[in-house]
Structures are given as structure tokens and as C-alpha cells.
T-cell receptor
């Protein structure tokens, strides 16, 4: 069975600095999708970024980028120029590529990010 | 653009009471999901529906039932609530396909006393 591990329960970063959140996963599949979701105090789950395993290029969305290491099964999230609004719980998630009824997400336990002014 | 909506936002029940959590999406998605979120455990899948008229169990289905009323709506029912069902419940939806992304509702915080 696939598993997702986030080993950092809490992280802190100074405003305008860069922080990296770690995520590792275990799967026997060769093709899959990886996601980072942000959950602010409002509880809303917001998609931050996604990565397809078959793509070698790391995904980037504005200040958010990933370091995808397929062989190491590692998927870290880098937040550059951190802002106060980035403070939230961040979840790493995995999904098989098959779609349909198997399209369920497997989540890590989350990393709570604090941003210090 | 409403996306995925859930009602109610908060609910307090007594042990043994029943209730239904409602979820609706306006994105014409085929697939819908119910997750629960507990402290330190991330989100876990309760039930999902790949299309209208079909439902399947997820990781933690015990104590729950679901109904896919139509393409837009997917409800979660607790027949006899237990304190172990105190949690935050999220509904999500996605289109059917290998590249689809799940979009989440705002969640329902349920407390069972």
C-alpha cells in the first residue's frame, strides 16, 4: 500500500525568507501524481502545486516550487519570499494515475508552517 | 463560482443521534469523495462515488452511509453518532480522468458528545 510521510510536524520561517517542507512516499507504481495542499485556519484545502511522476521537470507556481526526486521517493516544497499569508498547515498527497474509482488521495500528516514577521 | 459547498459548517450531536452532511458541487464533476480529518492523522477517505449512482467504501467507512443523489450532490449520513466520529469532514470532487485534481469544500466540524 502506498504511504506518505511528512517528518516535520512544525516549521517556522521569517517573512521574506525561504523554507523547504519535506515529504517522502512509498509506492511500487512507476506513474503517479503528487500534490501539496495548503490548509489555512479557515480549514479550506487549497491546491498549491502538483507534479506528474513521468515529468522530470520540477513543477513551479509563482513562489512555490518542488524538488521531485523520483528515485529517492522524495517530494519537497520550497516557498520563496515567505509571506504572512503562507502560514498554514501543508499536506503532501499522492494519487495513482488511473483515474475513475481509484482516484483517491493518500495524505501525509501535515506540517504546520509559522511565518514570523 | 461556488465550487464545492458543504452544510452545515458546525454541528454538535449527542451520542446515538443521527445526521446527514450535505455536499454539492457546480463544476460538473463525475467523482465525489468524503474524507475525515483527525489531529495528527491527515485526511482519510470514508467513501467515494466515481459517478452518479455508484458508491464505494474507502479506508474508514464503518459507521457511515452515503448517497449520490445526482451528479451534483453527495451526502454522508451518520445513523448513530459516536464520540469516535468527532472530526472535521471534507467533501471533494474531481472530473473523471487520469489528470484530474480534487477540489475540496470548506469542511464541517462535527462534535459528538
Amino acid at each position: 500500500a502506498q504511504t506518505v510521510t511528512q517528518s516535520q510536524p512544525e516549521m517556522s520561517v521569517q517573512e521574506a525568507e525561504t523554507v523547504t517542507l519535506s515529504c517522502t512516499y512509498d509506492t511500487s507504481e512507476s506513474d503517479y501524481y503528487l500534490f501539496w495542499y495548503k490548509q489555512p485556519p479557515s480549514r479550506q484545502m487549497i491546491l498549491v502545486i502538483r507534479q506528474e511522476a513521468y515529468k522530470q521537470q520540477n513543477a513551479t507556481e509563482n513562489r512555490f516550487s518542488v524538488n521531485f526526486q523520483k528515485a529517492a521517493k522524495s517530494f519537497s516544497l520550497k516557498i520563496s519570499d515567505s509571506q504572512l499569508g503562507d502560514a498554514a498547515m501543508y499536506f503532501c498527497a499522492y494519487r495513482t494515475p488511473y483515474g475513475g474509482a481509484t482516484n483517491k488521495l493518500i495524505f501525509g500528516t501535515g506540517t504546520l508552517l509559522a511565518v514570523q514577521p | 463560482n461556488a465550487g464545492v459547498t458543504q452544510t452545515p459548517k458546525f454541528q454538535v450531536l449527542k451520542t446515538g443521534q443521527s445526521m446527514t452532511l450535505q455536499c454539492a458541487q457546480d463544476m460538473n464533476h463525475n467523482s465525489m469523495y468524503w474524507y475525515r480529518q483527525d489531529p495528527g492523522m491527515g485526511l482519510r477517505l470514508i467513501y467515494y462515488s466515481a459517478s452518479e449512482g455508484t458508491t464505494d467504501k474507502g479506508e474508514v467507512p464503518n459507521g457511515y452511509n452515503v448517497s449520490r443523489l445526482n451528479k451534483r450532490e453527495f451526502s454522508l449520513r451518520l445513523e448513530s453518532a459516536a464520540p469516535s466520529q468527532t472530526s472535521v469532514y471534507f467533501c471533494a470532487s474531481s472530473s473523471t480522468g487520469s489528470t484530474d485534481t480534487q477540489y475540496f469544500g470548506p469542511g464541517t466540524r462535527l462534535t459528538v458528545l
